[in-house]
Nanobody, 115 residues
Framework: QVQLVESGGGLVQAGGSLNLSCVASGRTFVDNDASWYRQAPGEQRELVAR???????NYAESVKGRFTISRGNVKNTVYLQMNNLKPEDTAVYYC?????????WGQGTQVTVSS
């Protein structure tokens, strides 16, 4: 059974940084897309950053220049480095792996940015 586990969330002041991690277990991922989504209370889940199996990245306009998605040395790991955090970044952040028609989600990690 595939499991994705996020970590690294927490409470931080505006202007601070956090580095989220996502580790997948249960299978080996080779050329998957890896993404981070977030969902704030009362809002729809939105794509924050994606790293395709070809190494192409794309970001939501609101986080460009502040967030960076990357893979670990082991392809089952993906990170989201978040700098210059703003209160509007407050949300539950979810990791997603997509490969060959299969979608996998983590349980989410809370990020709270205080002003």
């Amino acid at each position: 059974q595939v499991q994705l586990v996020e970590s690294g969330g927490g409470l931080v002041q505006a202007g601070g940084s956090l580095n989220l991690s996502c580790v997948a277990s249960g299978r080996t991922f080779v050329d998957n897309d890896a993404s981070w989504y977030r969902q704030a209370p009362g809002e729809q889940r939105e794509l924050v950053a994606r790293l395709t199996g070809y190494g192409i990245t794309n970001y939501a306009e609101s986080v460009k220049g502040r967030f960076t998605i990357s893979r670990g040395n082991v392809k089952n790991t993906v990170y989201l480095q978040m700098n210059n955090l703003k209160p509007e970044d407050t949300a539950v952040y979810y990791c997603n792996f997509y490969t060959r028609g299969s979608d996998y989600w983590g349980q989410g990690t809370q990020v709270t940015v205080s002003s």
